[in-house]
């Protein structure tokens, strides 16, 4: 079965250090996966995604993803961290074949920036 | 950037009555879509829509739930009958082509079920 797992329900940084907020994903064969952040009394919003090619993928406001195949992972990072990035932050992975093509969600991690 | 409005932004019903929730997608996206996040739970996918029929649901969707697209601008979610389950915040998204793989959402409808 298709799972994501966002194993850290709060993260908390001081601004300008870096951060990573951690996802590892279970799902039949190769993935398409995507961050989205949701700030307060907002939709989710796009960061970015990984589809194919390069498994460095840069993405919204400086933020930046690994694809790590081995490890099934997608651990999203930014090098400085900004009291404006304090926000809910969603991974979320589909399979790129087959006909089950919604998109299966990780439970969020709250991220505080601490000026 | 355009954006995705839905409305109302909170519903309050009773148990039994009919709800229905209205979006407005972005006006060149062909793909539209209802998720709800139950409070300190994950996002769900419900359904998804394309050239005017359902193309995915999930076992979430029930008969008491339909989506409709009534005037090629508004997109909506009935719920037919309420449950107290029901209660959660429920995201519109829609997105431009399949391949794009980019969904925007909207600012979501607090459902509260009483």
């Known amino acids: 079965a298709q799972s994501v797992a966002q194993p850290e329900d709060q993260v908390n940084v001081a601004e300008g250090n870096p951060l990573t907020v951690k996802c590892t994903y279970s799902?039949?064969?190769?993935?398409?996966l995507f961050w989205y952040v949701q700030y307060p009394n907002r939709g989710l919003q796009f960061l970015l995604k990984?589809?194919?090619?390069d498994n460095l993928v840069k993405g919204s406001y400086g933020f930046e993803a690994e694809f790590n195949k081995s490890q099934t992972s997608f651990h999203l990072k930014k090098p400085s961290a900004l009291v404006s990035d304090s926000a809910l932050y969603f991974c979320?992975?589909?399979?790129?074949?087959?006909?089950?093509?919604?998109?299966?969600w990780g439970l969020g991690t709250s991220l505080a920036v601490n000026p | 950037e355009p954006e995705v409005t839905q409305t109302p932004s909170h519903q309050v019903t009773q148990m039994g009555q009919e709800v229905i929730l209205r979006c407005v997608p972005i006006s060149n996206h062909l793909y539209f879509y209802w998720y709800r996040q139950i409070l300190g739970q994950k996002v769900e996918f419900l359904v998804s829509f394309y050239n005017n029929e359902i193309s995915e649901k999930s076992e979430i969707f029930d008969d008491q739930f339909s989506v409709e697209r009534p005037d090629g601008s508004n997109f909506t979610l009935k719920i037919r009958s309420t449950k107290l389950e029901d209660s959660a915040m429920y995201f519109c998204?829609?997105?431009?082509?399949?391949?794009?793989?980019?969904?925007?959402f909207g600012s979501g409808t607090q459902l509260s079920v009483l």
């Open positions: 990984y589809i194919t090619g």
């Open positions: 998204a829609s997105m431009q082509r399949e391949t794009n793989e980019k969904l925007f």
């Open positions: 799902v039949s064969g190769n993935p398409y």
């Open positions: 979320a992975v589909r399979q790129q074949a087959g006909n089950n093509r919604k998109l299966i």
